[in-house]
């Protein structure tokens, strides 16, 4: 079994803030040793893994949890203030922007200087010089000083370079993201082609469907300490469970601090002749009790209350939910569905139900029309009824899955609230 390309050992970096740092020599020599070493910013805590050679090997994470930091430590350009790193075989890394380039060098200039960096003879470089410039696509530009070149090209021409020295160990930051399409594309078969040759690439991204598909290993750190290492499908997924999870908490309670247990009553403006008209909503649970909201996935039900001015024989109701963006989503109409039978003056209710509510977590809205039998002639129209809530667990992919309706059950006709 060959030995592992990298490994962390125990490691932590701590960088220092600014009111660490010594405002003069005096300072410097008379408090250091009354200084905390705790105090100061630890992106990196505690880190231990180690990366097999040949492996592909990702790392994940939310802004700030100390994957770049890491990845500068495997490269040498920070030291850790814990722990050590081993490393078996040379080393190309593409960080950031510019990293590596001398801005009044031109490109051509900057390619020599990088396999310099990397202990690489000006011959090695030379023989590598046509399909270095070659792969980056700047030729009209390989001999302008690198400083007038944009973003886009500096990462043309510290990918070209970085791939092209032949590495052992190759390590790749999230730059490639400031890259045209095809030149990504292109970058992904390069490195797909590394990968065939055995080079141990250690790559960084917030993109999990491109860690998933290049990395076979990959390593989730939060705040800056390791929370779980293994195949790259399973810590992504692991990591995304955990995302959605934040997210759908923080949302819920935010819609519950706002909405609070609240009767939704009825805002919108109605048209229509009046001999029907629908004064006020509830949602209901399986229980038949008010609740504040509907719940991703579980049974729901809204109860209409309407008041008739006169007897109406078989009033059509129907209801729609938009989404808060004024899209349609679905409904449900008592048409074909049940007779409401005669409607005398007074008031009255009747209930649209959802045995599985197939709307992602979110704010919806709800209108309500109300005809005559033959749907000729409008009683009563609310575009924007109520406002809905849904909360819950965000497994649905968009807003809805199809087959979403509300089924209408039988009205029920009272004297009174």
């Given at each position: 079994?060959?030995?592992?390309?990298?490994?962390?050992?125990?490691?932590?970096?701590?960088?220092?803030?600014?009111?660490?740092?010594?405002?003069?020599?005096?300072?410097?020599?008379?408090?250091?040793?009354?200084?905390?070493?705790e105090r100061g910013f630890w992106a990196v805590r505690d880190v231990s893994l180690e990366i097999p050679t040949g492996t592909t090997f990702g790392l994940i994470g939310?802004?700030?949890?100390?994957?770049?930091?890491?990845?500068?430590?495997?490269?040498?350009i920070h030291q850790p203030t814990r722990g050590s790193i081993t490393s078996r075989g040379r080393i190309s890394a593409l960080l950031e922007l510019g990293s590596g380039f001398h801005p009044d060098l031109t490109g051509r200039e900057n390619?020599?200087?990088?396999?310099?960096?990397?202990?690489?003879?000006?011959?090695?470089?030379?023989?590598?010089?046509?399909?270095?410039v070659e792969f980056s696509g700047l030729e009209a530009f390989i001999d302008?000083?690198?400083?007038?070149?944009?973003?886009?090209?500096?990462?043309?021409?510290?990918?070209?370079?970085?791939?092209?020295?032949?590495?052992?160990?190759?390590?790749?930051?999230?730059?490639?993201?400031?890259?045209?399409?095809?030149?990504?594309?292109?970058?992904?078969?390069?490195?797909?082609?590394l990968r065939r040759?055995?080079?141990?690439?250690?790559?960084?991204?917030?993109?999990?469907?491109?860690?998933?598909?290049?990395?076979?290993?990959?390593?989730?750190?939060?705040?800056?300490?390791?929370?779980?290492?293994?195949?790259?499908?399973?810590?992504?997924?692991?990591?995304?469970?955990?995302?959605?999870?934040?997210?759908?908490?923080?949302r819920t309670a935010e819609m519950i601090e706002r909405d609070a247990e609240r009767t939704v009553e009825v805002v919108g403006e109605h048209t229509g002749s009046g001999e029907v008209r629908v004064f006020h909503i509830d949602y209901l649970n399986p229980g038949i009790e008010r609740i504040p909201h509907f719940t991703?996935?579980?049974?729901?039900?809204?109860?209409?209350?309407?008041?008739?001015?006169?007897?109406?024989e078989s009033p059509v109701i129907t209801v729609d939910v938009f989404h808060e963006n004024g899209s349609h989503i679905f409904g449900g109409?008592?048409?074909?569905?049940?007779?409401?039978?005669?409607?005398?003056?007074g008031q009255g209710f009747i209930d649209f139900v959802m045995e599985d509510v197939r709307l992602t977590p979110g704010h919806y809205f709800v209108g309500v029309e109300v005809t005559d039998r033959d749907g000729l002639h409008t009683l009563d129209k609310c575009?924007?009824?109520?406002?809905?809530?849904?909360?819950?667990?965000?497994?649905?992919?968009?807003?809805?899955?199809?087959?979403?309706?509300?089924?209408?059950?039988?009205?029920?006709?009272?004297?009174?609230?």
């Open positions: 079994m060959s030995e592992p390309a990298i490994v962390v050992d125990n490691v932590s970096k701590r960088f220092l803030l600014q009111q660490d740092r010594a405002s003069s020599l005096k300072e410097l020599f008379t408090t250091r040793r009354d200084r905390n070493p939310h802004n700030g949890s100390g994957k770049s930091t890491l990845l500068r430590l495997m490269a040498g390619i020599y200087l990088n396999g310099a960096m990397l202990g690489l003879s000006r011959k090695d470089m030379h023989r590598n010089l046509d399909r270095i302008q000083p690198v400083k007038v070149y944009s973003s886009g090209m500096y990462v043309r021409l510290g990918f070209a370079v970085a791939v092209h020295v032949e590495p052992e160990i190759l390590l790749v930051d999230e730059v490639m993201a400031v890259g045209d399409e095809e030149f990504q594309r292109r970058c992904l078969e390069h490195m797909y082609g040759d055995g080079v141990t690439i250690v790559f960084v991204s917030h993109s999990l469907g491109l860690v998933e598909s290049i990395c076979e290993q990959a390593a989730w750190l939060d705040h800056g300490r390791l929370l779980e290492m293994g195949p790259a499908s399973e810590v992504c997924n692991s990591y995304l469970d955990r995302v959605n999870s934040e997210e759908n908490q923080r991703t996935g579980q049974p729901g039900r809204m109860r209409l209350w309407y008041d008739a001015a006169e007897t109406v109409t008592t048409q074909g569905q049940i007779d409401t039978g005669v409607v005398a003056p575009k924007r009824l109520i406002d809905l809530k849904v909360v819950g667990a965000n497994s649905l992919r968009g807003l809805t899955v199809s087959g979403g309706e509300f089924y209408p059950l039988e009205a029920h006709h009272v004297d009174s609230l």
